[in-house]
T-cell receptor, first 110, second 114 residues
Framework: KQEVTQIPAALSVPEGENLVLNCSFT??????LQWFRQDPGKGLTSLLL?????REQTSGRLNASLDKSSGRSTLYIAASQPGDSATYLC?????????FGAGTRLTVKP | GAGVSQSPSNKVTEKGKDVELRCDPI?????LYWYRQSLGQGLEFLIY????????KSGLPSDRFSAERTGGSVSTLTIQRTQQEDSAVYLC????????????FGPGTRLTVL
């Protein structure tokens, strides 16, 4: 069974700290990998999309990497802020479906 | 421009009733996806449309669930004879074409089955 695993399940850091969220997947034939954030009571917001041919994508303080050979992706958040507090989901996209990890709940303390 | 919209935003129904959830994708997006998120659980993929066709319906939880898309635009997810375990937030997303495009999500429909 193909799975997506996210570690850690929860993370609490002081404001200003740099942090890394991890995502591992078992499907070697992914089309792309996507990172989302989910705020309580709201829908998903797409953060970064990495095509299977790419190794990383950057948007502002966010940087996502993809290593297909090891089945891993990381989301790096620089200089974290309280507004970054949310649940971060990674999802790997296959041919006709999409598999999500359980998410990492991030809390950034002022 | 307008994003993905879903209606209703909230739906409370009695066990055994049928419900219909609607998704309006971003104009021009050919791919449309349905997911659900149950309380305390991760996001679960349900079905994917490319145009009006759904190549794989195996993600639907049971035969009480069905989905259709007409005119390559609006999609409806129908749940017949609802059960309490159907209570969840149902999310819809669209993307410009297929699996190699970023998905844009709607705000979701919160379904509560009493």
């Amino acid at each position: 069974k193909q799975e997506v695993t996210q570690i850690p399940a929860a993370l609490s850091v002081p404001e200003g700290e740099n942090l890394v969220l991890n995502c591992s997947f078992t499907d070697s034939a992914i089309y792309n990998l996507q990172w989302f954030r989910q705020d309580p009571g709201k829908g998903l917001t797409s953060l970064l999309l990495i095509q299977s041919s790419q190794r990383e994508q950057t948007s502002g303080r966010l940087n996502a990497s993809l290593d297909k050979s090891s089945g891993r992706s990381t989301l790096y958040i620089a200089a974290s802020q309280p507004g970054d507090s949310a649940t971060y989901l990674c999802a790997e996209v296959g041919n006709n479906d999409m598999r999500f990890g359980a998410g990492t709940r991030l809390t950034v303390k002022p | 421009g307008a994003g993905v919209s879903q209606s209703p935003s909230n739906k409370v129904t009695e066990k055994g009733k049928d419900v219909e959830l609607r998704c309006d994708p971003i104009s021009g997006h050919t791919a449309l996806y349905w997911y659900r998120q149950s309380l305390g659980q991760g996001l679960e993929f349900l079905i994917y449309f490319q145009g009006n066709s759904a190549p794989d319906k195996s993600g639907l939880p049971s035969d009480r669930f069905s989905a259709e898309r007409t005119g390559g635009s609006v999609s409806t997810l129908t749940i017949q004879r609802t059960q309490q375990e159907d209570s969840a937030v149902y999310l819809c997303a669209s993307s410009p074409s297929g699996a190699d495009n970023e998905q844009f999500f709607g705000p979701g429909t919160r379904l509560t089955v009493l």
